[in-house]
């Protein structure tokens, strides 16, 4: 199991991150959390179809989102979560 002490206080200080973190779960991550003090949120599915499901609705919700980047360098067999939205 994934847990990150800062996560509650940050969720209630600011909403975006609760509303990103809630949208991940929301579409079937088995699990959501932010990194760190919040920087960046991630999910980890079993289903691409979920996870883009995921990211196209938080880049429509959320504005200022970098969505992840995809390329060579990336190992798609791990590219599971959401690495990389930023806010």
Do not use: Q, W
């Not at 600011?14 to 973190?21: A, K, L, S």
């Not at 809630?22 to 088995?30: C, D, R, V, Y």
Request: aromatic letters at 6%.
């Amino acid at each position: 199991s994934c847990f990150n002490r800062l996560e509650s206080g940050i969720r209630s200080a600011y909403p975006v991150i609760d509303e990103i973190i809630n949208t991940i779960s929301s579409f079937g991550a088995k699990v959501a959390i932010m990194s760190g003090s919040g920087s960046t949120c991630f999910g980890v599915f079993d289903s691409k179809n979920d996870l883009k499901g995921a990211g196209n609705i938080l880049t429509k919700r959320v504005s200022g989102l970098i969505p992840p980047k995809h390329g060579k360098h990336h190992n798609k067999k791990t590219s599971h979560g959401l690495p990389g939205f930023h806010r």
